[in-house]
């Protein structure tokens, strides 16, 4: 059986859960007997994967013009809108390349074209992994402006004519179901993300808190993700105004999706800094050893996520023996055991202050009580070596792969 998988995201250049889904799965499924694995890239060049460039110089804005004749004139205002459509352009490159492969297996909405294309020219299965739903991320219109109508009919097309959409958690296949009804539910399966325990794993080291400039004497709660109104930093933020003053807030946040929440967030860091010391900003992506050493001796691990199909950043704390304090949305109720493994906040877009104030309590019990904290990260890590293998993951992704091919 040939496999090409198709994403943005693959090491070294991984941001997300997605990127760390993809880089796991192909490792295993290239271990699954019968099965030839290519993976496809958009983006810079690496090792292991055929890649395609957002380059094209076609759709340069300084290249665009007002009217429909040769560029006259400078129109910044249209990066969001091009920036989409150099990830079309770098589809249409990677179909071009996918002949020959009996599954085409994408990821996200920035390689679901070239999965619907080849689909369609070569008559390939297509299975798509719903790591997140553009329907349920409108703030997503902020960041690319009218490229979220062209991702969201990408990935609406994409899903439709799925021969199989495999979701990350329970709760994101009741998502898939309702945001397209026109999809077969018994073409969406439940295959939950994976954690490599052997990887993640309690360490003892801290010259990366050293570095870091993280006081060793003091406890700390930390959070790891991007900087987008899905990950709802801002209302961590806000709570940790009430933490106890001897925590420590220690944030790994990459850029900003716009400058507008840039500017919020750096405001309520700078608030934070005014009224309490302890607050260590990470600005740049940690390597995954030294994002190891940090999850290993936090407190409290924090996923203050408004929107999250699973959160594959809570299994990673967990496998490392953290507590983790998260909010009750999408798939993360199915990873973290409340009261077991964690603590879970319930949240109310409509009562965000009553969210942030369930943060502030929940970190702070954990804080002021280590031996219940220690409990609950070992519970964790047991719960992650247990039921969240990459083995089991890679299994039953090729058991729906043949059951696409037998059905066609």
Request: aromatic residues 6%; glycine residues 10%; charged residues 25%.
């Amino acid at each position: 059986m040939r496999v090409g998988v198709l994403t943005r995201e693959y090491p070294p250049y991984v941001y997300g859960g997605a990127g760390v889904h993809v880089d796991f799965l192909v490792r295993h499924l290239r271990q699954q007997p019968g099965v030839d694995v290519e993976v496809h890239a958009l983006g810079e060049p690496r090792d292991g994967a055929h890649t395609y460039a957002e380059d094209d110089p076609r759709l340069d804005p300084a290249r665009i013009s007002a009217g429909s004749g040769p560029a006259t004139e400078h129109r910044p205002d249209l990066e969001k809108e091009l920036s989409a459509l150099r990830v079309l352009s770098a589809d249409i490159a990677m179909a071009g390349a996918l002949g020959g492969q009996d599954v085409v297996h994408s990821h996200t909405w920035y390689a679901n074209a070239a999965g619907r294309l080849a689909q369609l020219l070569y008559g390939a299965a297509h299975v798509v992994t719903a790591h997140s739903l553009e329907p349920l991320r409108p703030w997503k219109a902020e960041q690319l402006g009218g490229g979220y109508r062209l991702s969201s009919w990408i990935e609406r097309s994409a899903y439709e004519a799925a021969d199989a959409v495999v979701a990350v958690s329970e709760g994101m296949r009741a998502d898939v179901c309702t945001a397209y009804p026109g999809i077969d539910p018994g073409r969406v399966h439940v295959i939950r993300n994976g954690i490599d325990t052997d990887f993640y794993r309690p360490v003892e080291e801290t010259d990366v808190l050293e570095r870091l400039g993280v006081d060793l004497s003091r406890p700390y709660v930390t959070f790891v993700g991007r900087i987008t109104r899905q990950k709802g930093v801002p209302h961590l933020l806000r709570a940790a105004l009430s933490l106890p003053p001897e925590t420590q807030l220690v944030l790994l946040a990459g850029a900003a999706d716009t400058p507008e929440l840039a500017r919020e967030t750096d405001g309520l860091v700078e608030r934070l800094r005014a009224e309490r010391t302890g607050v260590v900003l990470v600005s740049e992506m940690l390597p995954r050893e030294e994002l190891r050493q940090v999850l290993s001796h936090a407190r409290v691990f924090c996923c203050p996520s408004v929107y999250e199909p699973l959160g594959i950043v809570n299994l990673e704390a967990m496998a490392c023996r953290t507590a983790v304090v998260a909010s009750d949305v999408g798939g993360i109720p199915e990873v973290v055991a409340d009261g077991e493994t964690g603590l879970l906040v319930h949240y109310d877009r409509d009562d965000p202050r009553a969210f942030e104030a369930g943060l502030a309590d929940a970190i702070t019990r954990l804080v002021e009580d280590a031996g219940t904290a220690d409990a609950m990260g070992r519970a964790g890590r047991a719960r992650a070596e247990a039921e969240f293998g990459w083995d089991a993951v890679a299994e039953q992704t090729v058991e729906v792969y043949r059951s696409v091919l037998a059905g066609r």
